[in-house]
């Protein structure tokens, strides 16, 4: 499934934002490192991620996890949508470091009346002066908010959990590597998490060391070989063949063309 590299736009130094969405335009079916949380406060809507769909409606919470393709599909005129996006790292810290609780949440969860009106109230705050510490705050104490919600009800496959957390640790993982860790048969893990994420097990893996890759070039400052190397590629051949096959240009007209910061901020109308 295509999807374009768009890392979740968080102004300011803070590490979360909440974004309220704007139904006259919507992203392009889009993948990033940031873990996402999608409230439905009001109206209808249909999501892609992978080769699957969901409908939702107000109420429902949904959680996309690093690297998960999706994309806003269609809409009713009411919709109301907060979307709240963390770094990895704070993600971990403010979850106390249980990033397979994380994984092991509901993938879409309903909300009772009560608890979608706290939870809508909390995500409409603004934040006055832009203080990066009380931004980080309050996105904080929602997203662990979330999380405590999702964990009440698991819906992946005990597998997918744990080969999603020992992937985002590690996403140069094999396979057979990944399938001896979790204590799984390798066909099974790659059965369960098809089905749970929506895309191929092997898929992920390499979006993740997409990920991996294009943030050691960008904020690390590494060779094209060495961010390869230690983002899990074989070899720059490899990573270069992937990296083409992915986003139909070269690492090196990606990032010094300007193909990369306008495929982050691509916007396309609703």
Request: hydrophobic share 40%; charged share 20%.
């Amino acid at each position: 499934m295509e999807a374009l590299y768009q890392p979740f736009p968080i102004p300011g130094t803070a590490r979360g934002h909440v974004w309220h969405h704007v139904p006259a335009t919507r992203r392009p079916r889009h993948f990033h490192a940031e873990p996402e949380l999608n409230l439905i406060a009001a109206g209808r809507a249909v999501f892609g991620y992978g080769e699957a769909t969901v409908s939702v409606s107000a109420g429902d919470l949904l959680w996309w996890p690093p690297g998960q393709d999706h994309v806003l599909l269609d809409a009713t005129p009411d919709l109301d949508l907060y979307v709240i996006g963390v770094t990895a790292d704070f993600s971990e810290h403010v979850l106390g470091g249980r990033v397979s609780g994380a994984s092991g949440g509901a993938t879409r969860l309903q909300l009772d009346h009560a608890t979608l009106t706290n939870l809508r109230t909390a995500c409409a705050v603004q934040i006055a002066g832009g203080d990066a510490a009380a931004v980080e705050r309050h996105v904080g104490d929602i997203w662990c908010e979330a999380h405590e919600l999702r964990a009440r009800i698991p819906d992946h496959h005990p597998l997918t959990v744990r080969a999603l957390s020992s992937l985002l640790g590690r996403p140069d993982l094999k396979r057979g590597e990944l399938a001896r860790l979790i204590h799984g048969n390798e066909s099974e893990v790659s059965r369960n998490f098809h089905r749970d994420i929506g895309v191929t097990l092997v898929a992920y893996r390499t979006r993740l060391r997409l990920i991996r890759f294009i943030q050691m070039v960008e904020g690390g400052g590494r060779s094209f070989l060495a961010a390869a190397i230690d983002a899990g590629f074989g070899s720059y051949s490899q990573c270069h063949r992937v990296f083409q096959q992915a986003f139909a240009c070269t690492p090196r007209i990606f990032f010094g063309k300007g193909v990369g910061e306008e495929m982050k901020g691509r916007f396309a109308p609703f």
